[in-house]
C-alpha cells in the first residue's frame, strides 16, 4: 500500500489499513484477516538466506547464553540452515528471538524460556526444558523429546509446539493462537485464559482446566480433574477428529485406539459480556 492509495482514504479506513483499530469483543468470536496475496510479508526483510542441508554445530558447554545465541546468528549469516547445539547443560533462554528460517536441534536438555519470541524455525530439543519454553511463539515448530515445565507455551500465537512427554502447570495460559500438543499429562489450569488456538493432551489434565477461557479449543485424551470457570465440554465433531487424527499421526503420538475418546472443552461465552453485569450479577457468576 502507498503513500497516496493511504491519502485517499478516510480517517476510518486508513486507521483500519494500518491496523490501528480497536472493537469490542463482547459477544463476538476471534477473527483474522488474512490476504493470501501478501506472501512478501512471510519472511523478514533482514532475514537470512539459509541452507538446510548446510550444517554446523556448536559446542555450548563453556558459553555463556548471549555467546550461545550470538553464535547462532553469526552462523545464520554464513547461510547455516541447520544447526546443532551440543552440550546445553540447562542453559536458560537458548534459541530465543529467532526470526528466521532455521532448522535447530539441541543434544541435551534446556532450562527457562528456551526458544521464546520466535518466528520460522524448525526446533528439536532432544532433553528436557523448564519454564515457559515457546512463550510468545510466533511461527515454525517446537519438538520437545521428553518433558517440560509449566507454563508450556505461554501466549503462543503460531506455529506447532510438542511436548513428547508431560507438562506443568498453566499450560498454554494466555494462548493465542497455534496448537499445543503433549503426549502425557498437564498440571492445573492449563488453557487459563486462552483467546484462540488449539491444546491437545494426550493423558490426563489437572484441575481448573481451561479456566476462564474466551475462545479456543482444548482436547484431551485421559481424565480431566475438574473444569474451570466457563469451560464447558462439547461435541466432538467429524473435522475434530480429522484434524486431531492428521496432527497427532504427524508427530507420531497417534493413540492406538484413535481419537474418539477424546474429550473436547470450549467456552461456555457466560463471561463474554461480564463487563456488562451489575455487581449482583458478578457474585452470582464468581
Not at 547461510?79 to 532448522?103: A, C, D, E, M
Not at 485464559?193 to 493423558?203: F, T
Not at 484434524?243 to 507420531?252: D, E, N, V
Request: glycine content about 14%.
Amino acid at each position: 500500500m502507498t503513500d497516496d492509495d493511504l491519502k485517499q482514504m478516510s480517517q476510518d479506513e486508513r486507521a483500519k489499513a494500518l491496523g490501528m483499530t480497536t472493537e469490542q469483543l463482547t459477544g463476538k468470536s476471534l477473527y483474522i484477516e488474512f490476504d493470501p496475496e501478501a506472501s512478501e510479508r512471510y519472511t523478514y526483510p533482514w532475514s537470512h538466506d539459509v541452507d538446510f542441508n548446510k550444517r554446523t554445530e556448536i559446542d555450548t558447554d563453556t558459553l555463556s547464553t548471549t555467546e550461545v545465541n550470538s553464535a547462532i546468528r553469526d552462523r545464520m549469516k554464513e547461510g547455516y540452515g541447520t544447526i546443532v547445539l551440543k552440550n546445553p547443560r540447562g542453559k536458560h533462554s537458548l534459541g530465543v528471538g529467532i526470526l528466521n528460517k532455521l532448522n535447530l536441534i539441541v543434544e541435551g536438555s534446556c532450562g527457562y524460556f528456551g526458544v521464546g519470541l520466535i518466528d520460522g524455525p524448525n526446533v528439536r530439543i532432544t532433553g528436557r526444558v523448564g519454564w515457559s519454553c515457546g512463550e510468545n511463539m510466533m511461527a515454525g515448530t517446537v519438538v520437545i523429546e521428553k518433558n517440560a515445565g509449566s507454563t508450556f507455551g505461554a501466549a503462543m500465537r503460531g506455529g506447532d509446539l510438542v511436548c513428547r512427554g508431560s507438562v506443568g502447570s498453566r499450560t498454554g495460559i494466555d494462548q493465542k493462537g497455534g496448537t499445543i500438543i503433549v503426549g502425557g499429562d498437564t498440571g492445573a489450569l492449563s488453557g487459563f485464559m486462552m483467546q484462540r488456538g488449539r491444546m491437545v493432551v494426550c493423558g490426563n489434565a489437572g484441575k481448573n482446566l481451561g479456566d476462564s477461557m474466551y475462545d479456543g479449543t482444548i482436547f484431551v485424551g485421559g481424565e480431566i480433574r475438574s473444569l474451570g470457570v466457563d469451560a464447558i465440554e462439547a461435541e466432538l465433531t467429524d473435522l475434530d477428529r480429522q484434524w486431531l487424527t492428521r496432527k497427532l499421526t504427524q508427530y507420531g503420538l497417534m493413540p492406538d485406539k484413535g481419537v474418539d475418546h477424546f474429550t473436547k472443552v470450549v467456552a461456555g461465552k457466560q463471561l463474554w459480556n461480564y463487563d456488562n453485569l451489575e455487581p449482583s450479577e458478578k457474585k452470582l457468576i464468581l
